[in-house]
């Protein structure tokens, strides 16, 4: 579709578009369209406008048809290539249609225009290797089961790891049983995919094996927890990321594991 270059200027379709759409050679829409005009004994040289290619800076005709002209071109193709020409129409007509880039009219723009796309490739090759690191250091952090301890999701969180601690305590996200050092989460903390337990195997001071639960911290919860603390914020490079896994952690059949909440 032709760019509004100024109030109230024609819309048009080009045969490149059309060609695009359809799927088809330019050079047989072009043919197609040169037969339409003939027949219907308009001169071609009303709808003939030129453009630049970026590539190499040759300038080439095409044909800037308005909506009647475009329906009665395609109007022998096939129903699917139709449909693509009318749906493309009426998102012009809704206002949704996303405007196309400006054609280059002359070899100067189009070098401008291939400079202005290489530097929005270099910037967001740019970006992208400053969010490497970043997420290299999640991935580190993380579990292979995609949990985070909770020295480790303060420090995701950005906030100290005592107070980050005090605040999932008083706020009943975790607690202890009377006379245990152990942290535990709260079961509804657990079904809602924030907290679960990874249960260790240990040997104790007399050589007995055991084991103890510990409190992790799942994607879904870092999510909540970075609305619900004061001054807690994800460092932007890792929030898609961690919201993304928490997205894939929301699945039924949860595997992990159910811990019973103390009675009061």
Not at 7 to 23: F, K, Q, W, Y
Not at 32 to 41: A, F, H, I, N, R
Not at 114 to 124: H, P
Request: glycine share 6%.
């Amino acid at each position: 579709m032709n760019d509004i270059l100024a109030p109230n200027a024609p819309v048009t379709m080009s045969s490149r578009e059309i060609a695009d759409l359809t799927g088809k050679q330019h050079l047989h829409v072009r043919r197609d369209v040169k037969k339409m005009l003939t027949d219907l004994g308009q001169d071609e040289r009303g709808y003939i406008q030129t453009w630049i290619d970026p590539q190499n800076g040759q300038e080439y005709e095409e044909y800037a048809l308005p909506q009647n002209l475009t329906y009665t071109l395609v109007a022998g193709y096939r129903a699917d290539l139709r449909l693509k020409i009318v749906n493309r129409w009426m998102d012009l007509e809704r206002g949704a249609a996303k405007p196309h880039p400006a054609v280059p009219t002359s070899f100067r723009e189009a070098l401008l225009l291939a400079a202005e796309q290489q530097e929005k490739i270099e910037e967001q090759a740019k970006a992208l290797t400053i969010a490497q690191p970043k997420s290299d250091a999640l991935d580190r952090i993380s579990l292979s089961d995609g949990s985070y301890g909770l020295y480790e999701a303060a420090k995701i969180l950005q906030v100290k790891p005592k107070g980050f601690v005090a605040f999932l305590a008083t706020h009943r996200w975790i607690y202890r049983r009377p006379g245990s050092v152990v942290w535990l989460a709260y079961q509804d903390r657990i079904d809602c995919l924030c907290l679960w337990h990874k249960v260790d195997t240990y040997t104790d001071a007399n050589g007995e094996e055991k084991t103890r639960n510990t409190v992790k911290v799942l994607p879904m919860g870092i999510v909540k927890l970075a609305q619900a603390i004061p001054g807690a914020q994800i460092d932007p490079a890792l929030e898609g990321a961690i919201r993304m896994a928490a997205r894939e952690k929301k699945v039924a059949n949860s595997p992990f594991v159910r811990t019973p909440e103390a009675v009061s």
